[in-house]
């Protein structure tokens, strides 16, 4: 489209001219407009949408050096939606994710929202649980309010978490339709619970996924983790940038990554804005968000230095 063939004319520095259905990339940088093309040509010959995210990323990804690497994921289908829409890996930071899942016991996914973190955990457990790889799945996390105080919520016990649990359930029914959720759901084949309630259990034969893991706290998290039982798989995803515990308590996730770095069979995927897969606007308010908060922390690095004395 051409707002897309604007961008890169834009971003590369070059003219790119439509000579009898022949694109013409002419200027300094041309090869690397080219390689671009060329891969947008890849992903239209596939029948998939080509949107400014997609053209960001490539961009991106030329700038790297990892545009060689953009694809090989393609394949890589993880399981259809009731939709008949493929679930796949879109950047190679979710391509990494998706190998991780496959091959650890434990995984941490951290990175900002929009990377896809817990909704490609979500569909690897309910493909491995249609593959029969485990008997159930259980979702679940911190009921933390994030900066808002909601009071005393109408209802059942199960009625008042549910609000904290909604993202959960809007990727469940998106994945495998609420008719099949709600079955397996009533055969405790799906479990989803707020952290609390996996407190005493030892979790067999389960696919484990605890979200917004950055709300924990590292008693919290230490409880979770031990939990998991034989023939069981975890993923844990969170944003340690948006921690909601009050005052100085401490985030279980930030913790336990570095607790856990070189331990075997654990593996983390950090995410960063280029995997973001949501509209452009996310990914440009993240770097914007990431930008203050380098400042902010050079200002305070710097105003510690300045008040050390000399010695």
Not at 74 to 98: E, F, W
Request: proline letters at 4%.
């Amino acid at each position: 489209m051409d707002e897309n063939i604007i961008k890169i004319e834009k971003e590369f520095g070059v003219n790119i001219v439509n000579r009898g259905g022949k694109l013409a990339i002419v200027g300094e940088n041309a090869e690397n407009a080219q390689e671009v093309m060329r891969k947008l040509f890849n992903i239209a010959d596939k029948g998939e949408e080509i949107n400014e995210t997609t053209v960001n990323y490539l961009i991106d990804s030329m700038r790297d050096g990892t545009i060689s690497q953009v694809g090989r994921g393609d394949t890589d289908t993880v399981i259809m939606t009731l939709a008949g829409k493929a679930i796949k890996p879109k950047t190679m930071g979710q391509k990494k994710y998706i190998d991780m899942i496959k091959k650890e016991t434990i995984v941490f996914g951290v990175g900002p929202a929009g990377t896809g973190k817990t909704y490609l955990a979500m569909a690897m457990a309910i493909a491995a649980f249609k593959k029969n790889d485990v008997d159930r799945i259980i979702l679940t996390r911190p009921a933390i309010e994030a900066g808002e105080k909601l009071g005393f919520l109408p209802g059942d016990l199960q009625q008042k978490v549910d609000p904290y649990l909604r993202p959960l359930y809007d990727a469940l029914f998106e994945i495998m339709g609420a008719e099949s959720f709600h079955r397996n759901l009533e055969k405790g084949a799906i479990e989803v619970a707020p952290l609390a309630y996996m407190r005493g259990r030892t979790l067999d034969n389960s696919f484990i996924v605890l979200d917004e893991a950055q709300n924990t706290t590292p008693e919290q998290m230490k409880m979770f983790l031990t939990r998991i039982g034989f023939g069981s798989k975890a993923v844990v995803t969170g944003d340690i940038t948006q921690i909601d515990l009050p005052g100085s308590t401490k985030s279980g996730l930030k913790d336990v990554l570095a607790l856990l770095e070189d331990v075997e069979g654990i593996g983390t995927t950090m995410f960063t804005n280029k995997d973001v897969v949501r509209h452009p606007l996310v990914q440009r308010i993240i770097k914007a968000y990431e930008k203050r908060d380098a400042k902010d922390l050079y200002k305070e690095k710097r105003k510690i230095k300045l008040k050390t004395p000399k010695r």
